[in-house]
């Protein structure tokens, strides 16, 4: 019902910037309904939450293992949700996915409902 695109990943050096790009869609979708999530996941590892922002935008929480180099944020009038990334490290490198809960308040740890397909994030030292 929801469909989430991610874009935006590539290959960085470290100390480098990137900005990923969630575009939501579907039927009758408000994307102010939905609580929206950053995860990530590399080789071999259970897959993170980075960051997660309230339907409204004004709720924002993000992982001890990024907070101060990755910011979440989100343009509901584009139905756009991003994930700016700076100070990348080597061990940032992993798939990141764009998620949608449909509860608008954001929950740390929460179920999500919709999920894209991700988009690989590789940072070399």
């Known amino acids: 019902q929801v469909q989430l695109v991610e874009s935006g990943g590539g290959l960085v050096q470290a100390g480098g910037s990137l900005r990923l790009s969630c575009a939501a869609s579907?039927?009758?979708?408000?994307?102010?309904?939905?609580?929206m999530a950053w995860f990530r996941q590399a080789p071999g590892k259970e897959r993170e939450c980075v960051s997660i922002?309230?339907?409204?935008?004004?709720?924002?929480q993000t992982a001890d293992s990024v907070k101060g180099r990755f910011t979440i944020s989100r343009d509901n009038a584009k139905n756009m949700v991003y994930l700016q990334m700076r100070s990348l490290k080597p061990e940032d490198t992993a798939v990141y996915y764009c998620?949608?809960?449909?509860?608008?308040?954001?929950?740390?740890?929460?179920?999500?409902?919709?999920w894209g397909q991700g988009t690989q994030v590789t940072v070399s030292s």
């Open positions: 922002i309230s339907g409204s935008g004004r709720t924002t």
């Open positions: 998620a949608a809960d449909r509860n608008p308040i954001a929950r740390w740890g929460t179920k999500y409902d919709y």
């Open positions: 579907g039927r009758t979708f408000t994307i102010t309904s939905y609580t």
